[in-house]
């Protein structure tokens, strides 16, 4: 039954900063990270692991923000729609939409499926609708006509433990991640619980955490999934982010 869920992996656009955004004290040249989007195809529906940006952080050559700027954009061709049907998935044919939280670089692409039915924790939900923060949480983004489908800690999306969603509170208070069972092992797509590996291996939380304690308590899990296994696909890695094959069936 496991080895019928598929995880694919797109990039929907580019987060910059300096390194001590990530982990205070880290200095060096500006990164760029992902800002990734994952589809995972089950049996029973399709599902996306958050959906990337809106329309008006889109750039291109000449409007590109300068690699050593703080900011947010994506080029043509980024958006998960279109990645999506660069293999050929028919946007319209996505059953959820499950966004780990409602910043405006993990929900700014729901707008393309307007029949999907979003999966959001009801504290991330209140959160986002009671202080509306531009930059941050924008309605735009989140108030796309979709029904919701608020949930208050785990949910196991199919039922059958291959595709869990759970609760990863810290850098928001209604956080969430997702748990995918491949063959080859469970896959945990972190979002912004965990931004980069070197926050996990330093143990260090990003000054942008709402709840450091919960944020604590959230590193120490994603610490023991990774001993016993569980790999982690980080926030906004982009080392880790080379090593990954987009538009590929992830194995
Ligand atoms: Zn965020």
Not at 42 to 58: C, I, N, Q, S, V
Request: with cysteine; glycine share 10%.
């Amino acid at each position: 039954m496991t080895e019928n869920v598929r995880l694919y992996a797109f990039n929907c656009g580019w987060f910059q900063c300096r390194p001590g955004y990530f982990v205070e004290g880290d200095e060096g040249d500006y990164l760029r990270g992902p800002v990734p989007s994952y589809l995972i195809d089950h049996p029973k529906g399709r599902a996306l692991f958050d959906t990337g940006m809106g329309e008006r952080y889109r750039r291109d050559l000449e409007t590109a923000l300068p690699a050593n700027k703080f900011g947010l954009q994506w080029f043509e061709g980024m958006d998960i729609a279109t990645r999506l049907r660069a293999i050929d998935v028919d946007p319209e044919s996505i059953d959820w939409i499950v966004n780990s939280h409602l910043h405006i670089d993990h929900c700014g692409g729901n707008v393309h499926f307007p029949r999907a039915t979003v999966i959001v924790q009801a504290r991330e939900y209140e959160v986002a609708r009671e202080r509306p923060d531009p930059g941050l949480y924008e309605a735009v983004d989140f108030d796309t006509g979709q029904p919701i489908r608020t949930i208050e800690g785990e949910l196991d999306l199919f039922g059958d433990g291959s595709v869990r969603i759970v609760p990863t509170y810290g850098h928001t208070h209604g956080h969430q991640s997702m748990i995918i069972r491949l063959a080859r092992g469970d896959v945990l797509l972190a979002g912004d619980c965990c931004y980069t590996e070197r926050n996990l291996d330093t143990m260090v939380l990003p000054k942008a955490t709402a709840d450091l304690e919960e944020g604590r308590l959230t590193f120490e899990r994603l610490a023991r999934a990774r001993a016993s296994g569980t790999r982690i696909l980080f926030g906004h890695d982009g080392r880790q982010w080379a090593t990954i094959r987009e538009n590929a069936r992830f194995e």
